[in-house]
Nanobody
Framework: QVQLVESGGGLVQAGDSLTLSCAASGRILRTYITSWFRQAPEKERELVSA????????YYRDSVKDRFTISRDNAKNTVYLEMNSLKFEDTAVYFCAVAYQIGEFRPDVNYDYWGQGTQVTVSS
């Protein structure tokens, strides 16, 4: 089992920055990718960003490219999502998730473990 705990959310104004953290514990293997999802009220959950174990492969949805940066520190078992130039449309509950995966980097897969989420609210 893997436990994931998100932190770093909050209430900010448009244009501000936040950095989310996803701390993992438990049976952590060097075969997983970690992704950030978000879900706004009455909206479907969507993939925001993903990163491979090595950190050499990343994915960003178009709406956050050039604003968000995903990174990881495996020594701390933590993945980060730096969010800059936040917009009202970024308001959502942000979840981190882990998918065990060997070989090709594929963020569009079913995820094995999920965190509880952290709220990000951006005022306009």
């Amino acid at each position: 089992q893997v436990q994931l705990v998100e932190s770093g959310g909050g209430l900010v104004q448009a244009g501000d920055s936040l950095t989310l953290s996803c701390a993992a514990s438990g049976r952590i293997l060097r075969t997983y990718i970690t992704s950030w999802f978000r879900q706004a009220p009455e909206k479907e959950r969507e993939l925001v960003s993903a990163i491979s174990w090595s950190g050499t492969s990343t994915y960003y949805r178009d709406s956050v490219k050039d604003r968000f940066t995903i990174s990881r520190d495996n020594a701390k078992n933590t993945v980060y999502l730096e969010m800059n130039s936040l917009k009202f449309e970024d308001t959502a509950v942000y979840f981190c998730a882990v998918a065990y995966q060997i070989g090709e980097f594929r963020p569009d897969v079913n995820y094995d473990y999920w965190g509880q989420g952290t709220q990000v609210t951006v005022s306009s």
